[in-house]
Every structure is written in structure tokens, then in C-alpha cells.
């Protein structure tokens, strides 16, 4: 069952995405003083400036301080916005990069159209990979001699996790800029060709379901195709998919074609 994401924000199951929820509205709220604010100061203007009141133009500056401590408030809380909000969220999500050791790892492979999902398999272990490899049966290039992608598994556009496990991914693109987005753990990361970018989310305690993931940035025609499913479910779950589809890669079918 696809989560229902409402009128409003979509919700939000990560642990980090407090700070952008809180530095978004914190934004609207002030643009909407600003819209109101000077919405009267305009109407006033027309008002009290209207050319039966003041047939003749003067030039005169303002004598008062009043516009100068309205920008300087301004100012004020656009530093707060910046340095009290923007910079804390941002270093929380860029800077505290996870433990290594104590994240699920998961590899994404950008292409057009659709994100290969590369898993370790119960090993934890990536195999190699290398571009000349890459084929249509083998989409990631997966070296086929390397034992530690023996159990490796793609899964296209289907991202699975535990529930309320960190989870590090590592982004990389076959051929243009994506942008790997996930609107309810509040993350987004351009992907660029020839560059691998970390990514990390934590998913909140009882968040299970079934969330979208897509593409944010137009990479060619069927950019509206490339999107997926975010499946967060209980540990037992994710282990019955996870020993399922490392049995379906084993090879035995391949042979029975
Ligand atoms: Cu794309």
C-alpha cells in the first residue's frame, strides 16, 4: 500500500528531516509577514499618496528611522536562517556522515531510465564493478569473477530497508546527471557521471510502507519513467526479500533457458 502523502508536506520518516521541515516553514512564515506587511504598506501608499491628497510630487527623503529598523530586522532573522537553521541541518545531513560498519550499504546506479538498486547480498560485501562489463544482462558491470559479488543482487527501482536502520548509499550515474530523491526521508542528491556521491538517511520506529523515490532532475525524454518504490519494513520482512533475491540470482535459472 503506497503511502498517503495528503494536501500538505509529504510526511516525513526520517530522523534528520526535523531541521529542513522546521528551516521550510520557518521561510514560509516569514514570506508570508513580508507578503502581508508590505501588502498594507502598499495599499497605504496608494491611499494616502492618491493624486487628490498630493497633487504635486516631492522628493523629499523620509525623515523617520522606521524604515531603517524594519530592514535591519530583515536582515536579523535572515542571519538566523542562515546561520541558526540552513548551516545546522545542512552539516547534520553532509558532515555526520554514518559509521561504515554499523549502516546497511546499497548502491545506486543511475541510467536512463531507472535507478539499479546494487545490494551486497547477506555477505555485505560489494563485488567489483567496471564500466566495460556493463551490458544488458549485466546492467552494474559486475565483474563476474570476483567472489564477493557472487551473491550481489540488482533491483531495479526498488530500494528496500529495514525499518529504523541506517542506511548509506553510494550514487553513481551511467551516463547523465539524475538526481536521486526520496520526498518522505527528505533527501535529494544529484548524480553526476564519473563521480560517486554518499548519501544517508535513518528511518524513524514504525514508518513501514511503501514510498516513492524518483528522479529530480530532466534527463531526457522518459525522465517521468524513473521513478520507484521505497520499501520500509520490519527486519524479518526485509530478510525474507533479501534471501529471496539472492536465490533468484544464482544462476540456476540461466541455465535452465
Ligand atoms: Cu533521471
Known amino acids: 500500500m503506497a503511502a498517503d502523502y495528503g494536501w500538505w508536506m509529504p510526511p516525513d520518516i526520517s530522523t534528520h528531516g526535523h531541521g529542513i521541515d522546521g528551516l521550510i516553514s520557518a521561510l514560509h512564515w516569514f514570506m508570508a509577514v513580508l507578503f502581508v506587511g508590505w501588502g498594507i504598506f502598499f495599499t497605504y501608499c496608494l491611499v494616502r499618496f492618491r493624486v487628490g491628497r498630493t497633487p504635486r510630487a516631492t522628493y523629499e527623503l523620509p525623515k523617520g528611522k522606521m524604515s531603517k529598523y524594519a530592514e535591519v530586522v530583515v536582515v536579523l532573522f535572515e542571519v538566523f536562517l ?15 556522515m554514518p559509521d561504515e560498519e554499523n549502516a546497511f550499504k546499497v548502491r545506486v546506479v543511475a541510467e536512463q531510465y531507472a535507478w539499479n538498486i546494487h545490494y551486497p547480498g547477506p555477505d555485505g560485501v560489494f563485488g567489483t564493478t567496471a564500466p566495460e562489463l556493463i551490458d544488458s544482462e549485466n546492467l552494474i558491470g559486475l565483474d563476474p569473477d570476483d567472489p564477493d559479488g557472487s551473491d550481489d543482487f540488482v533491483a531495479i ?43 544517508w538517511f535513518t528511518t524513524k520506529p514504525d514508518t513501514n510502507g511503501t514510498y516513492q523515490m524518483a528522479c529530480a532532475q530532466l534527463c531526457g525524454n522518459n525522465h517521468y519513467k ?32
Open 82 to 96: 542562515l546561520l541558526g537553521m540552513s548551516i545546522p541541518a545542512w552539516d547534520e545531513i553532509k558532515n555526520d
Open 157 to 199: 527501482n526498488q530500494l528496500h530497508v529495514p525499518v529504523g536502520e541506517t542506511v548509506l548509499l553510494q550514487l553513481s550515474s551511467k551516463d547523465v546527471i539524475h538526481s536521486f530523491w526520496i520526498p518522505v526521508l527528505r533527501v535529494k542528491q544529484d548524480v553526476i557521471p564519473g563521480m560517486v556521491f554518499p548519501m
Open 226 to 257: 524513473m521513478y520507484g518504490d521505497v520499501v520500509v519494513e520490519t527486519q524479518e520482512k526485509f530478510d525474507e526479500w533479501y534471501a529471496y533475491m539472492t536465490e533468484d540470482d544464482d544462476g540456476e535459472e540461466e541455465e535452465d533457458e
